[in-house]
DNA sequence: GTGCAAATATGGTCATACCAAACTTGCCTC
DNA sequence: GAGGCAAGTTTGGTATGACCATATTTGCAC
């Protein structure tokens, strides 16, 4: 007998499948970076014909559990909120690259930002105030370096989405990171240029000392906004 | 003779097809909410064999430019910014189970709104304003009726995800009440909370018309933080 | 023209086969 | 015995062909 009876009820046969295999990445039963049974073994394990299998495999690694590079095994990978990001990536590079794209998710990051450094001014510890404060230090000391300045730059901005101590907000920067990075890297740089914005970056954390969120925001604000005037000009961006 | 000469080069066949398919969905060859041609009018298209097609359709999907369901004609979707979210969705979900997850993802609400009701004192327009009159106005008509107060509520709130006429924000409401709701949902509801609630949001408009950002910010946080810990009590949440 | 039943097209699954690249084994050299 | 290399084996990627159940279309009857 050839194409044996197939369920007729449930939709997919393969959910199943990507079911109990998820729970089990889930609960440890398969570790995180081990490499996952061989398709064939799981033909056996499930009693599915390899098409299910391997469709299974296909989803749960659209999904994140499974990382599946081209002729390799496919890798456990127990997610993380960066998982989450990771997987919205492709898309979000193409909206990006539609009108208003960039300037749409760099507005929404000054919102956050402009947040982010109110509440600093009014609640940030005394640990989170030394964090930025060695966070300035490097971003000085970088000034010299564009390469390194920018990186250094991005921490700065980074200690700030930790203070909400909400694993959310440092998620959210990394994300901004990467995907704002191919435009920013595109910018030209100068040593004046991050002259400017160390200083930017000490307005900020002035206000933020003397707890002033007005002023932090405004700092910010300004700090943003020009430096995206400065990439929008670089190369024809509109907003 | 089976097995024909696969192609040794490239990492996957069905990348490639992925990629027209995926071109011919964003210049608009294929329209929104048409359906995909059959599989095995694409198999002549592309002169690969069904299983490549299968495993591109199924990338497509989960990329968010085919929706299909298990036993129709995959249908063309012309990815947005929902269209991430959505895609981040399962992952999300995952997250909320864990320890702290809604919390989280609560605090991180309530420091946006806190923001956009700031940015609404200080620079909503009049039509933001009679947007948020009728929003308001309706949700008090909704008084009486839970069901309909709880659609009425997120309307309201979704107006000052409005304001910043940035895509982005109304995206991100959507995900909010999609995420959240479920939790919402069990929580119970009575008609003397309809009318707390409905007081908080008259509180946070008098406070927009009032040009008052801090009334306003104040206004909002006790609000949700109220609802917050309300939601909490009744089904121990942590945070 | 409308309604419904038969015919057909289509997506979902199974089984089998073959290739090329990855991995394992084991022998051989230094 | 450590290291390297070649033969052998496993495994993922792809192609075919077949069959089921359901969606969709066709076509006849009223």
């Known amino acids: ?49 390899r098409t299910v299998i391997r469709e299974a495999v296909a989803t749960l690694a659209s999904r994140g559990f499974l990382e599946a590079r081209p002729r390799y095994r496919p890798i456990v990978r127990k997610p993380g909120f960066d998982t989450a990001l990771n997987s919205v990536g492709s898309v979000v590079e193409l909206m990006l690259e539609q009108p208003g794209g960039v300037s749409a ?11 982010l450094v109110r509440d600093a001014a009014t609640s940030a510890g005394r640990d989170d105030i030394a964090a930025l404060k060695d966070a300035l230090a490097a971003n000085k000391a970088a000034i010299p370096d564009s390469e390194s300045f920018f990186s250094t730059d991005i921490d700065f901005h980074g200690v700030l989405y930790n203070i909400p101590r909400n694993p959310i907000f440092p998620t959210l920067h990394a994300a901004y990171a990467s995907w704002l990075s191919p435009h920013w890297g595109r910018m030209a740089r100068s040593q004046e240029r991050n ?45």
Chains 1, 2 share one sequence.
Not at 1 to 11: A, D, F, L, N, Y
Not at 105 to 115: I, K, N
Not at 212 to 222: K, V
């Open 105 to 115: 998710l760099f507005q929404s990051r000054v919102f956050v930002e402009r947040g």
């Open 1 to 49: 007998m050839r194409g044996k009876e197939t369920v007729p009820s449930e939709g997919r046969a393969s959910d199943a499948i990507v079911e109990q295999i998820q729970q089990r990445i889930l609960s440890g039963e398969l570790a995180h970076n081990s490499p996952l049974s061989s398709e064939r073994d799981l033909m056996e394990q499930f009693s599915a014909s």
């Open 195 to 239: 002259e400017t914005n160390y200083a930017s970056h000490e307005a900020i954390y002035s206000a933020i000392l003397e707890r002033d969120p007005d002023a932090a925001e405004a700092a910010l604000a300004s700090h943003l906004n020009t430096a995206w005037s400065f990439v929008r000009d670089s190369f024809g961006l509109e907003g």
